[in-house]
């Protein structure tokens, strides 16, 4: 959904998370640990662990967003240009 507002997503390679690697500096964007992403969804898509994701940009349109969509979050800390948002499973 984000994608339909302009917003560009990237999958991140273990180096590359842990490297805090940003492709834009100025575009809003999402980025997602690769290694992580499969092991976080059941085969049914429903997330069972938690699943950390940076944001670059203005992200006052996510919130919304996640909960139209149910997820609940976490904020943690901005950091290194980054904010912080851990998607949490259902309790």
Known sequence: MLKSTGWMD?????KEWREYHQMSVSASAVYTPKAE???????QGSLIKPLELRFTGDISGVFPLLEQCQLTTARGP?????????????Q
């Open 37 to 43: 992403l499969h092991p976080s969804f059941d085969e």
């Open 10 to 14: 990237f999958l991140l390679s273990p």
């Open 78 to 90: 901005d950091t290194r240009g980054f904010s912080v948002l851990t998607l949490l499973p259902e």
